[in-house]
């Protein structure tokens, strides 16, 4: 190969085996938290409110270390089909077909923007009007966590929606809507504001916080950046009505992040 054939240098792509993220203290799910945490479940679809620091997809940890080996098995199902995932930190609405067919069919109506998500989440500074961010979003090449999304002009067309709920005490609490599904797009989103959620350890202040993370976990010093151990993101609603599922499932703020908000004297509005 000569000089000009070869391809530019590229950092990401120096490593064959870039840093992999490990599974911090990775627990074990009980039954009766299982039980506890589904919200509906007929002959198509299970769905669970999933708490944040849970894995959805089957880890080497054994099926009930994760949300779908722990339906699987619970349900004694051949395979809990995920309809969308969550990431590990983030918690909310999380829905399960239970055959082949019913995911499908919900997966290609998730493709085809039929399928209405609605998240919360506790940002970092305070705004008062609606604003939308229409930025496309592609690899962030100059990030040390080498899966991070970034704005860039040659990424995929990504639209999130932020709607303030209520502000005080240098933090948002905002819902969320978005009209694409890319790879972490509210908190790449969020970022590009200026208003990173908070407890986000990737997308907020300094991404060197996640490494950190993956080599010592949870620290004191951790705590004082970040101010909670995970991303302060909740799937609060799920709306399948377009796809055949006649439900809009929907839970309310989970407890921490309600903590987070009473602590600081944000207003929670009723209903949620």
């Known amino acids: 190969m000569n000089e000009k054939d070869r391809p530019a240098f590229s950092p990401r792509l120096a490593c064959p085996w870039p840093r992999r993220p490990r599974l911090v ?58 309809v969308f995932r969550l990431d590990r930190e983030t918690s909310g609405v999380v829905v399960f077909a239970k055959n082949p067919a019913v995911a499908g069919r919900l997966q290609t109506a998730m493709q085809r923007r039929q399928v209405g998500k609605t998240y919360l989440v506790i940002m970092t500074g305070e705004f008062s009007g609606p604003v939308t961010v229409d930025q496309p979003l592609g690899d962030d090449e100059g990030s040390p966590v080498y899966f991070k999304a970034g704005i860039r002009p040659d990424g ?41 959620l908070v407890g986000d350890k990737i997308y907020g202040p300094d991404a060197q916080y996640y490494l950190d993370f993956l080599d010592n976990g949870w620290t004191p010093a951790l705590e004082e950046k970040l101010l909670l151990p995970r991303q302060a993101l909740h799937c609060t609603e799920i709306d399948m009505r377009k796809a055949g599922i006649e439900r809009v499932f929907s839970v309310p703020l989970p407890a921490d992040l309600r903590a987070f908000c009473d602590a600081r004297g944000l207003a929670v509005p009723s209903g949620l």
């Open 25 to 82: 203290n990775v627990g074990q799910i009980a039954p009766a938290e299982l039980d506890s945490w589904i919200i509906h479940h007929d002959d198509q679809v299970i769905v669970v409110n999933k708490p944040g620091d849970l894995v959805c997809h089957p880890s080497k940890a054994g099926p009930w270390s994760s949300l779908a080996g722990a339906v699987r098995e619970h349900f004694g199902l051949a395979a809990a089909h995920l």
């Open 156 to 196: 995929r067309s990504a639209v999130t929606h932020f709607t303030p709920l209520s502000s005080g005490g240098g933090f948002t609490l905002a819902r969320v809507v978005t009209e694409t599904g890319r790879m972490h797009q509210i908190r790449a989103h969020a970022q590009w504001l200026e208003h990173s």
